[in-house]
């Protein structure tokens, strides 16, 4: 027997410590026999659904299950479409343990190591700091670099910032919600880099500066991949860690459709 | 003469009261005579060099000018693209004024009030609330409502969550960074509404919120514009206000190019 536990347990063991997380098992007991495990960038209704077909009872997320940073939110208390989400999951007794702090405090970050192996770009990178990994690729134009992105990671659009025909080499990758100027902006100098490609962020920071860079005669791009796309390969990436520590245990990843239509 | 303080005291007045804002001259001297007004939602590099050709000495930007909600960020205090722009702003010896809060806290809010002229949506609104407006119009799919908003309002993209062809006549309509789910997700079931249209908000939180709608059998779609095209309308509409008040003094309102190409 594997208790729920004991997956927690050796999912946190290689995090570097910390204080305060959203980390918790949001439902479920911990004392229970694992029969299978689902992975997922977020427990989305379907992916609820299809757990409870593949008859897993741990749900490994890295989002919060209900629409919020935090595990849950009084003000959605009410709400239909969050009380029929939990009603499924406490019908089907299902386990949902948070993975989001302890996975992005491994060393390197579990999620930018999935992103990185997902782009094939292990061999160009440079320097994994806590927050975004720089990289030196070959010379590549930002829409070459922009298709590979999608083509790799299954996006159907990517949002751009600059020159389109303008070569890259020195790139700065961030996953998730890390798109902002706090990190992107110093990140860019610091570095000297042409590109930086993040998850999302503020539309009036990072990609505004990107603008008036671009503006003053200076050479910088953005690509905003967006935030699922960005840290679904990480998701990805646990299952292998998973399966490795425990073997007998069926663990399944499920990938969720493209979140957004452009038109 | 007209004073920039006489200006500002004008643009303040009809704002409800409330305590802490960003809203204040972030370069140059309230008493100098106004030559010109330059309005823009953000003034970036671009909008900056078009005052000072158009002899404007007083810019009235909605976002800060340096890539942050904050109108200074220490941060930044060295980066080069930062300091080129702070340079020219003043060899100019022009003056800027942050008008943020004070326009949305108009009644209604001065930026929804533009947002709607520019969508000629005004016979179908019916509240007004703080942070976002109800409509009912005649009833239209999705992607009908996504091509009329890019026409009118010059977007080159919008995202969407949800199904195309469904029906919509019940919506709440938010300008800015208001797209997140602290705001939307009540929104949704208070007012019954079939459709959100946002500006930005973080990804995991509305959109999920309307997929997971979707997939429980519940009619909802969002459509995401951007925050700067939910935002410029209502600096453009700026422009009619001031005019009306000052009608001796050259009033320019500079949309800029659309912010992201999509690939």
């Not at 999608?150 to 996006?155: C, F, S, T, V, Y």
């Not at 020195?170 to 570095?191: D, S």
């Amino acid at each position: 027997m594997t208790s729920i536990q004991r997956i927690i347990d050796r999912l946190i063991e290689p995090a570097r410590e910390f204080g305060s997380t959203t980390d918790v098992l949001v439902k479920g007991s911990a004392t229970l026999n694992v029969e299978g495990i689902v992975i997922a960038f977020m427990l989305t209704q379907e992916v609820l659904e299809k757990a409870i077909s593949l008859k897993a009872n741990l749900i490994i997320t890295h989002e919060g299950p209900f629409y919020s940073h935090q595990n849950w939110k009084e003000a959605y208390s009410k709400d239909p479409i969050f009380l029929a989400k939990l009603q499924l999951i406490e019908e089907a007794n299902i386990s949902i343990f948070r993975f989001h702090d302890y996975f992005h405090r491994y060393d390197p970050d579990g999620i930018m190591v999935g992103l990185i192996r997902k782009l094939e770009w292990e061999k160009y990178t440079e320097e994994y700091q806590s927050t975004a990994t720089t990289l030196t690729i070959p010379k590549q134009s930002v829409t070459e670099i922009a298709k590979y992105i999608k083509d790799k990671l299954g996006a159907p659009f990517v949002r751009v910032v600059g020159d389109l025909s303008m070569d890259c080499q020195r790139i700065g990758l961030l996953a998730g919600y890390r798109g902002g100027g706090e990190l992107v902006i110093p990140l860019f100098q610091n570095q000297s880099l042409d590109l930086v490609i993040a998850g999302e962020g503020p539309e009036w920071e990072s990609p505004e500066y990107v603008r008036d860079a671009i503006h003053q005669g200076k050479k910088k791009a953005l690509i905003l991949i967006g935030h699922a796309v960005s840290e679904e390969p990480g998701m990805e990436y646990l299952k292998v860690l998973i399966e490795a520590g425990f073997p007998h245990i069926p663990v399944y990843y499920i990938k969720e459709k493209p979140l957004f239509h452009i038109l």
